[in-house]
Nanobody, 119 residues
């Protein structure tokens, strides 16, 4: 299973971006999908996640500004980012965990998409 992330770019403070992640290949079920980010010189951190049941979690600093959603028919996960701040700058990666088949696990990462917020 391959994950293709898109939607990054350069925006000014207060702007918005919508990240998308599409899974291609055989997917039985995505139990949990998430967006991570890594800023220069920092560790990768979980920004938002969503389970197959719709339960969502957010990094404290993005609550109220970011919204994660998923479309299981299309095997896509989106991250709507509003009111962006310079500290949101980084490479954003999507991750999908679940099963490729009833017997095979799935844990895949997208290639990363750059988000840069200028002050």
């Amino acid at each position: 299973v391959q994950l293709q992330a898109s939607g990054g770019g350069l925006v000014q403070t207060g702007g918005s971006l919508r990240l998308s992640c599409e899974a291609s290949g055989t997917v039985f079920v995505i139990v949990k999908a998430g967006w991570y980010r890594q800023a220069p010189g920092k560790q990768r951190e979980l920004v938002a996640s969503i389970t197959s049941g719709g339960s969502k979690k957010y990094l404290a600093s993005v609550k109220g500004r970011f919204t994660i959603s998923r479309n299981d028919t299309e095997n896509t996960v989106h991250l709507q980012m509003n009111n962006l701040k310079p500290e949101d700058t980084g490479v954003y990666y999507c991750n999908a965990q679940g099963r490729r088949s009833p017997l095979h696990e799935l844990d895949s990462w997208g290639q990363g998409t750059q988000v840069t917020v200028s002050s």
